[in-house]
């Protein structure tokens, strides 16, 4: 799959839905499904007095998560427009924005797996 055509939003509800089918939560019933604008990135959840926010695309507290839990190695590309480069075994996604390569990373091992 080509993550680079989807929003940080869609990858972002890919990498939660991924965790909800390995045990983890939210219910993916609980799952907010569609973002409230255009801007939106975050996937929330609740129960209408607690709301949860996930963003691993452009925050390092749910990037950093899917890092450390997945074992993911993160480097910067020298000589190249700015890339950083996320990979573990033959996974590997190239993007300007680190966090988002983490995320792209996580959903190409688990497309296989």
Request: aromatic fraction near 10%; hydrophobic fraction near 35%.
């Amino acid at each position: 799959m080509d993550y680079s055509e989807l929003s940080d939003f869609e990858i972002n509800s890919k990498v939660i839905h991924k965790i909800v089918n390995n045990g983890g939560m939210p219910s993916l019933e609980e799952i907010m499904q569609l973002p409230n604008s255009d801007e939106q990135t975050f996937v929330q959840w609740g129960n209408g007095c607690n709301w949860l926010q996930f963003d691993a695309c452009n925050k390092w507290s749910d990037a950093g998560q899917l890092m450390e839990d997945n074992n993911i190695d993160l480097i910067f590309i020298e000589n190249s427009d700015g890339e950083w480069s996320a990979s573990k075994k033959h996974y590997e996604s190239d993007n300007k924005n680190p966090k988002r390569a983490i995320a792209e990373c996580f959903l190409m091992m688990k497309e296989v797996g």
